[in-house]
């Protein structure tokens, strides 16, 4: 009993968790990543997820392993802590080997820090990364990231891993200025399931599992005032997630005002918040009593919503409609279809054919990238971006290869 105890002890230690190159992206919770394992389609897809943030406005972020012919193949590379690769060697086991690591996006940067340490990590794989990778402020080649080259293929141009049972979507690329927004989905045929990084998310109404080993961040945005304690209650745990999508989805939405710094201070430093976890009090948001209804529109009611992400539409896609409709049509196609796995949010959801006509129909009908209430902040923030020739303002320009 005493040695198990002491055995869970040091699976919860730090080390166990721990990423050593957070300083890459800082992002909470920096250096401690603790990942919640699930499986999600029963010996053949499996999630790993780990929360991404800034000041507690954390949402999930997956890497994904697939079953393959004799082996394993990972998708979106997430920062290699001894807890997670103790895992994949726990599916290796009963699976087989890694036999390949793909990196299916251009941009999506928490996914491309972390490849070259998890590549370190199974030395005998393949890599397959998309098109156009680049990197800020300065274009480095693939080996400078740290991404081996002499294992390294890219998507399309080299070929695509295992085309007997994956089919391979580009959705892009375009042109977003810094480099390219390019993705590649993966159809993951014996699965019947859909693999996107960010194209697509399910949002439900429950808060994610992954929450259950830290709630700290629900809590901490379900106060109305720094100078509340942070109370754990099923209630807390929902109005937080709430406001977390709300955050996530629109970066400052309408429904958020931003205290004065004299009340900011008046609500801090009492003793009931006077720890680390509740920031001392420093609590810088005020919400507007009605924000509950914005949050539902982004949440589904009996079943998550599938949508594309507002910070994606608004600020990646603001005028590439079509390129993102084209890409639909193309999932439309996949008849078998059962299940779309993003790389973030909800790990599974329930998404055929049918969905996807009826999405691309909502999109087709509504205004797309609007500038108002909720988006306000993201239309200012692309119209500044193009002020300053950030962004270009026709996006199928050319882009470096
Ligand atoms: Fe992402």
């Not at 970066?251 to 004065?260: E, G, V």
């Not at 084209?326 to 969905?355: C, Q």
Request: hydrophobic share 40%.
């Amino acid at each position: 009993m005493d040695y198990k105890k002491s055995k869970e002890k040091i699976k919860t230690h730090s080390t166990y968790q721990s990423w050593n190159w957070w300083p890459l992206l800082p992002l909470y919770p920096y250096g401690l990543r603790k990942t919640f394992f699930t499986e999600l389609v029963p010996n053949q897809v499996w999630s790993f997820e780990q929360l991404q943030g800034i000041y507690y406005v954390a949402v999930p972020v997956r890497l994904t392993v697939v079953k393959v012919s004799g082996g394993l193949m990972i998708l979106n590379p997430l920062p290699p802590t001894k807890e997670l690769l103790e895992k994949i060697s726990q599916l290796q086991k009963d699976h087989g080997p890694v036999k390949t690591i793909v990196l299916p996006t251009a941009s999506g940067l928490e996914h491309k820090i972390s490849l070259p340490a998890l590549a370190r990590c199974f030395p005998k794989s393949k890599l397959w990364i998309c098109p156009g990778q680049w990197s800020f402020p300065f274009d480095l080649p693939l080996d400078w990231l740290g991404i081996p080259k002499k294992r390294t293929n890219i998507l399309f141009s080299d070929g695509l891993p295992h085309k007997d049972i994956c089919e391979w979507i580009s959705l892009g690329p375009i042109n977003i200025g810094l480099g390219r927004f390019q993705e590649i989905s993966c159809y993951h045929k014996p699965s019947k399931s859909l693999l996107v990084t960010d194209a697509l998310v399910g949002i439900s109404e429950e808060p994610p599992a992954l929450f259950d080993l830290d709630p700290t961040p629900l809590l901490f945005h379900s106060r109305e005032k720094g100078s509340e304690p942070l109370f754990d209650s099923i209630e807390a745990r929902k109005k937080g997630w709430k406001r977390l999508v709300l955050f996530a989805s629109y970066l400052r939405p309408s429904q958020l005002d931003i205290p004065s710094v004299f009340d900011v201070f008046r609500n801090a430093f009492n003793t009931e918040v006077l720890n680390p976890k509740s920031h001392f009090g420093i609590y810088p948001f005020s919400w507007r009593k009605d924000w509950e209804s914005s949050a539902k529109e982004l949440l589904g009611t009996y079943r998550p919503l599938v949508q594309i992400a507002p910070v994606i539409e608004r600020l990646v896609f603001p005028r590439a409609k079509e390129v993102f409709l084209a890409w639909l049509e193309e999932l439309r196609s996949i008849k078998e279809m059962n299940w779309l796995i993003s790389a973030h949010y909800l790990g599974k959801v329930s998404f055929t054919s049918n969905d996807v006509q009826n999405l691309k129909g909502k999109i087709e009908k509504r205004e797309w990238a609007p500038s108002e209430q909720n988006w306000k902040f993201l239309g200012w923030l692309d119209k500044k971006l193009l002020d300053f020739k950030v962004v270009p303002l026709n996006p199928m320009s050319k882009f470096k290869d």
